[in-house]
């Protein structure tokens, strides 16, 4: 199929080497550009100057950027994909932004005959790389039906879960579900440390009880060798923790917890942890214990 | 081994009857007598009338109440262990208390030659009653292995972790990492609700991606059938999360979504949960998010 990729960052570059990798006729965008001139250098895709330009002559448009102002931009401005929507354009957008947002999105498609789907992603840097992705589905059938061969060439899995924002929904509430897991993780940690208990017991005991869980099992090496480079970046999670506790706002859901971890993530950014993985979180409790130095890898110099 | 076996609630008394069935020889009390009495229906063990006469002529005493007080009336009351403790004795304590108090039981039964080690237990009512349970160990190395034929008999699997107190030190911060991890998904799950995603829906998402946890597996289809009859009960899971933030100002630790936890925990024990499962704590979120209404069932209806 030819597709335009808007957005080659961490998650969207490995996604559109491996449409490429599937036999698609991908061009690429990113707002820096030098991003997508290394999907060009990693697989040949073509390199457009527009989000207008890519999606002009493509069945399809996935989208992977960092948040709602980003989505609006690649869509709505001067130079966006609504000036060339059509009828049979099909835009997927797997950015993890404001359902309601993304609602509104899909209403402005449809008014010239294209159409959205919101696909939020799961699985991490390397569930992209590897073609592992697990995606959450908001949208017609119909449309998530044309997207298939695109969800097999990126990902393992698909889940529908409704119409338009319903993935994003259900992407939120994973994404909350991992924040509160880590902080578990972390707050136990730093009170075990402080009972003498190591780091490694904890682990070990983790993974033998019911404590067991995907977040700690991906995290708990990283943690082990105080590697803390962004994987997920703090800065990202905090942007998914405030669009959850929008929608929440939105809908008259109160979440006390989210609320409180959504603060120790102001500060750790505040503290310079933004570039950070989110796990970094825990040397901020760490700190605040007067357990170690700080000090988590700075991204940049790695 | 002759064992006095003190406490045969929701999970000394299955564990009591495991030590039976492995052939030990027990002595069993518990505060109310009925229970002590079920006991010795089920496989034939003795009934004391007080700690110290069951722990008179033993070499074990295995304790398994619900809190610190309960400990100390057990080890120093008028009838207490204390009172009969002599060299040789081993009390093995599995209640989650303070770790700071079980140092000093242990301190007070040296004195007497005797010993104690700390020995939570993690697995539930179904691990106790399966002989599976996870023994989480504080305390002198060779006591520890003179208990090993009972821990053998009550489950599967001993960790030794340090010196006395230790033991509780890591229960605690596993039973904060339970609280929390359970937190997020109920959190999480009103969220997705308030957006039309159903529960099973979360549940299938939770299954498949890296927000799979033992809790989530465990809860997941007592939550399906909004069954929430005490397996953990909400007021066991608060007085665990008071000990937390007692050892957390103890050692100048900062927890902070625990402490919004126990918030919430304060409330829904206010509100008639106490008695419930921890896991009813979800009827508390929906409440407040207008969901459906509270009524968990009543746990001395079933």
Redesign the interface.
Known sequence: MKVAFLGTGIMGGPMAVNLVKAGHDVTVWNRTAAKAQLVQDACGARVAISPAEAAADCQIVWICVSDTAAVERVLLAEDGVLGVARPGLLVADSSTIS?VASQNFAARLRERGADLVDCPV???KRGAEAGEL?F?VGGKQESIERLEPLFSAMGQ?V?A???N??GL??K???N??????F???A??????E????RVR??L???G????????V??KGPFIERRDFTANFPLALMLKDIHL?LD??RE???????????E??YTVAAEEGLAGADYAAILTL?EK???LRSPAPTPVEAR
């Open positions: 359902p799961t699985g991490s697990i959450i899995r889940f879960i409704g119409g924002g319903m929904v259900a939120l509430a994973m909350l579900n991992i924040a509160l897991i902080q578990g993780f707050e136990g940690l730093v009170l075990a402080k009972g003498g208990v017991q904890m070990e005991i983790i033998a009880t019911m404590l067991r869980s995907g977040v099992e991906y959850m929608f929440a809908n008259r859901v109160k979440l006390p917890a989210l609320e409180t971890v603060e120790i409790l605040w214990a007067g």
